[in-house]
């Protein structure tokens, strides 16, 4: 298996554009997160999705963040404007439901956005 | 509310046995991980641990006290490419479920 792809790797903007943040991913997982990660706050769980459907929201900075999961194997991240304190390391995740000891979090490469 | 403490930074010597510690304060409980993140790269999954005790794969051992909110992460006969950030993680027994919280991370450096 590929494992859970993101795309783009990097990405450097200016403030006030629109980011997307892509994500495909483990075939067959059911469950899909999005974290941002910074070295002041640590790893951080933006929301995440069970059978495309959006379960907890509640880490979602702000109404200029919105994620939306069309299909199985697609979810998107999108930042509308972006700030420069929107600079970390976006990762998704996948999961497949099942025995607790198998509930493993399969990460991405991450998505490195820089905002100027 | 949710934390979770470790220490920020540790260092250790080739050959050397090293204990990670990881304490917990959650609305619940329903598992601790441990991942291993490398310098710009993902995180990866090492252990799991969800009943009191040793859990033990190779090299790495990971000990789980619940009625404590106490964890560690031992690292025997380390080597060079132990260097990284240790990651404890916790799944809170609450209503949406699955999602795990994350500690920020002990940041290893192994020497030679």
């Known amino acids: 298996d590929a494992g859970v792809i993101q795309s783009p790797r990097h990405e450097v903007t200016e403030m006030g554009q629109e980011v997307t943040l892509r994500c495909k991913p483990i075939?067959?997982?059911?469950?899909l997160f999005w974290y941002r990660q910074t070295m002041m706050r640590g790893l951080e769980l933006l929301i995440y999705?069970?059978?495309?459907?959006?379960?907890?929201d509640s880490g979602m900075p702000e109404d200029r963040f919105s994620a939306k999961m069309p299909n199985a194997s697609f979810s998107t991240l999108k930042i509308q404007p972006s700030e420069p304190r929107d600079s970390a390391v976006y990762f998704c995740?996948?999961?497949?439901?099942?025995?607790?000891?198998?509930?493993?979090?399969?990460f991405g490469p991450g998505t490195r956005l820089l905002v100027l | 509310g949710q934390n979770i403490d470790q220490p920020t930074e540790m260092t250790a010597t080739e050959g050397a046995i090293v204990q990670i510690n990881c304490t917990y304060q959650?609305?619940?409980?329903?598992?601790l991980f441990w991942y291993q993140q490398h310098a710009g790269e993902a995180p990866t999954f090492l252990s799991y641990n969800v009943l009191d005790g040793l859990e033990e794969k190779g090299r790495f051992s990971s000990f789980l006290s619940r009625s404590k909110g106490y964890s560690y992460l031992l690292l025997k006969e380390l080597q060079m490419k132990d260097s990284a950030s240790y990651l404890c993680?916790?799944?809170?027994?609450?209503?949406?479920?699955?999602?795990?919280?994350f500690g920020k991370g002990t940041t290893l450096s192994v020497s030679s």
């Open positions: 999705f069970n059978n495309n459907v959006p379960i907890d």
């Open positions: 075939s067959g997982h059911d469950y």
């Open positions: 959650t609305s619940g409980f329903n598992g």
């Open positions: 995740a996948s999961r497949l439901s099942g025995l607790a000891e198998q509930e493993t979090q399969y």
């Open positions: 993680a916790v799944r809170p027994n609450n209503q949406a479920g699955t999602a795990l919280i």
